[in-house]
C-alpha cells in the first residue's frame, strides 16, 4: 500500500518523527479502528483519527444531533442539528480526510450485532455514555481478543485506560466489576460537564490509538489514568486482570 504525494505532504509531520516514520504512517493507512459513540468523547477521537490518516474509520451511534450536544460534540455543526450523528460525522472526516474510508453504523450495539459489527476491525474505542454498552463492548472485544481504549467524564474529571486481556492485562470488567447503583453516577444531562473535559479525554484516546498501532512509547495496558480538571492532576492507578473475572480469566496469554 503506497502514498500518494498528496499524502506524504498531508502526514509530513507524523513521518519526520523517528517513533513512527513512513512504516509507522503505512500501519496507520491500514488500520481498521472502530469507535462506539460519535458524542463527546467520540468526536474528537474521530477528528484526530481521520486526520492521523487511520485508513477504515468506522463509527457507531443511532443518534441525531441536538443543539445541547454542540457544547461539547465538536464533530458536529449547528446546520446539522436534527441529521444522524453517523452522517455528520461522515462529513466531517471527508472534510478532514478524504483518504480515510468511513463505515457508519446508524445502530444501537446489542447482543445480535456486536460480534458482526466488531469483526472488520482492529481496534476498539468505547466513547459511550452508559454502563450497559460499556460492558457489552467489552465482553466482545474480550471474545474476539481485539484491544479496547475506554474512557468516560462526567463534571470536570475522566478517566482512561487500555484493555486487553488477550495480552495480559485486565478487561473493563476486571476493573470495574460491578455497575453502579442508580443514581450513583448520573448522566452528563443531569449532572452536567465541562465543554473542554471530553476534548481532552478524547484526545487521549486517539493519541492511545495511533501509539497502539504504530508500537510509539508506552501505553495504558494496566494502568488507569485518571484527570481532574478542576485540580489540574493526573493521577495513575495500576490495574491487574481478575483471575476469577467472568469475562476474561483464563483468556491471558500462555
Known sequence: MSFEPVELER????????????????????????????????????????????????????????????????????????????????????????????????????????????????????????????YLVNEACARAEKPLISAAMGRWEGQISLFDPSSGSPCYRCVFPRRPEDGMVPACAEAGVIGALPGVLGSMMALEAIKEITGAGTGLRGVLLMYDSLGAEFRRMRTSPDPKCPVCAGSGPE
Open 11 to 134: 502526514y509530513a509531520r507524523h513521518i519526520v518523527l523517528h517513533e513512527v516514520g513512513g512504516p509507522g504512517q503505512q500501519r496507520l493507512k491500514s488500520a481498521k479502528v472502530l469507535v462506539v459513540g460519535a458524542g463527546g468523547l467520540g468526536s474528537p477521537a474521530i477528528l484526530y483519527l481521520a486526520a492521523a490518516g487511520v485508513g477504515t474509520l468506522g463509527v457507531v451511534d443511532d443518534d441525531t444531533v441536538s443543539l445541547s450536544n454542540l457544547q461539547r460534540q465538536v464533530i458536529h455543526t449547528t446546520d446539522r442539528i436534527g441529521r444522524s450523528k453517523i452522517e455528520s460525522a461522515g462529513d466531517s472526516v471527508e472534510n478532514i480526510n478524504p483518504h480515510v474510508d468511513f463505515v457508519g453504523h446508524d445502530v444501537r450495539l446489542d447482543q445480535e450485532n456486536i460480534d458482526g459489527i466488531l469483526l472488520d476491525y482492529d481496534l476498539v474505542l468505547d466513547g459511550c455514555d452508559n454502563f450497559s454498552t460499556r
